[in-house]
């Protein structure tokens, strides 16, 4: 990576050491263990908040998810949290052929950050709720991008 001459100086301001004489030792075998342990918090919390609004939908929406279609859609919702999280689970439990799903759940994760955005946006929630959904995304890109590095960025291998 070219630094700029510029940008040393200032990290060696001081004298102390250069940040950029320092390479992190990142090992694939690390990756893999926190993506698996990321998946599985994932996992967890998409299947906990799935149950929660498949069995009881004012639990997770509160008073508002009272009326039949609003308690069906929050029913519906949870089924997909559900699948969500199973999904995550079976990152961890066939992490060598993941790639595929870890791409879908990027897709998921993006699609519901962005309609937060889009309502953010045209005036119907707070700031909150667009800023909390775009982290599984985050996380996810993430991943994908420390994987792919990691692995030598050959597709057959992304993300590892």
Known sequence: MAVSPILKMIVNFGGSESLFSQEIQIKS????????IIYGIFGALALLY???AVVSPPL?????ASSFPLSHLMREQGAAGVFIG???????????RRRSVHY???A????LAA????DYFTGHIGWMSPIYTSVPFTI?????ALSRRLSGSTDASIPN
Do not use: Q
Not at 60 to 64: C, D, E, R, S, Y
Not at 86 to 96: G, T
Not at 115 to 118: D, Q, S, T
Not at 140 to 144: D, G, S
């Open 50 to 52: 799935g149950i929660a």
């Open 104 to 106: 879908f759940l990027m």
């Open 60 to 64: 997770v929406a509160g008073n508002t």
């Open 140 to 144: 996810l890109l993430v991943m994908a």
């Open 29 to 36: 075998g690390d990756v893999r263990t926190v993506n698996k």
């Open 86 to 96: 199973l999904m995550a689970f079976w990152c961890v439990a066939n992490y060598e």
């Open 115 to 118: 309609i937060h955005w889009f």
């Open 108 to 111: 998921f994760a993006f699609l």
